[in-house]
């Protein structure tokens, strides 16, 4: 299994139905299914998250596969969050130069730092290792495209910019 996991990370893959983001409570969110070769991978996603008022911020995009072949569950394979609103610390997980590093801005979990190569599996606790992007992001479209290089999606413009809203009363309830 660990290599067909690396082969869907890997793969230079495409989006296949493009849809437009969902509202959930006050969550934007975003599934869309992907091609490898032509080919639907079936269970294997890419998935986007916003918090509908707060506008470039806090936005997470990831690739998931939910095969009930993963070793140790299923799930996020690899992830990107851009301009999160907290600190993340990678605990003393990862490899030696990672381990109890803060991230505090803009950080990408790699299916590499996050896999376990003695028990066969992603380390548990949700991707817990993440390293800081070295990519200045200015923008929803220019985070898309760093996505697309990171996920390898050749076809990653397809992706619409979320519609934020503004409210007023969501405001107050962050302080």
């Known amino acids: 299994m660990p290599d067909k996991l690396r082969e ?14 969902g509202r959930v409570n006050r969550c ?25 008022h707060l506008p470039d911020q806090n936005v ?4 998931e596969y939910h095969g ?8 996020p394979l690899c992830r990107l969050e851009w301009n999160p609103r ?5 605990k003393g997980k990862g490899p030696p130069d ?13 299916f590499q730092d996050n896999w ?19 990519q200045n992001i200015q923008g929803f479209r220019d985070c898309l495209e760093v996505v697309g290089n990171r996920f390898r999606i050749n076809n990653i413009n397809v992706v619409k910019t979320p519609e ?8 107050w309830t962050e302080y």
């Open 8 to 21: 869907l990370i890997e793969s230079e893959k495409s989006i296949v139905e493009p849809t437009d983001w």
């Open 28 to 52: 934007l969110e975003l599934k869309l299914p992907l091609s490898i070769h032509g080919l639907v991978e079936e269970q294997f996603f890419f998935r986007a998250t916003a918090i509908a």
């Open 60 to 63: 997470t995009f990831q690739l």
């Open 68 to 75: 009930i072949r993963i070793p140790g569950g299923t799930g």
């Open 86 to 90: 907290k600190i993340h610390n990678n």
């Open 98 to 110: 990672l381990r109890f590093l803060d991230q505090h801005g803009s950080h990408f979990h790699s």
């Open 116 to 134: 376990n190569q003695t028990d066969g599996a992603l380390l548990r606790d949700n991707l817990p290792v993440a390293r800081p992007l070295s």
């Open 164 to 171: 934020w809203v503004l409210d007023l009363g969501s405001l």
